[in-house]
């Protein structure tokens, strides 16, 4: 692995921690049921998402066009995280559902 990718995967794992801490902490402040908090974080991913999409776009037409390529390609992404989640979460159930 590159100086470069090991920076980006260390970014990509704090900026992954920082927003489940933040999702928590304004849960727990508000009084949001976790079910609502992943939600919210699911919206906001979604509409993260539809915004680089629209970004990368010089026109409405190139927009309209590229936003099948793009839901599956959130999507794919969102099934192989989610599954690697599931699967740590298997092997390490106790460590992890504790607190």
């Known amino acids: ?7 980006e995967d260390q970014l990509f794992w704090q900026l992954s921690n920082s927003l489940i801490n933040h999702t928590n902490q304004e849960g727990r402040d508000s009084g949001a049921t976790p079910s609502l908090a992943a939600a919210a974080l699911l919206f906001a991913a979604a509409r993260f998402n539809a915004h680089l999409l629209a970004r990368n776009a010089e026109n409405v037409e ?7 390529e793009g ?18 979460y298997e092997q390490n159930f106790d460590k992890l559902t504790q607190g």
């Open 62 to 68: 190139q927009f309209r066009a590229i936003q099948e």
């Open 71 to 88: 839901i599956a390609h959130f999507k794919g992404q969102f099934d192989k995280m989610l599954a690697d989640n599931l699967r740590d």
């Open 1 to 7: 692995m590159s100086e470069q990718e090991n920076k």
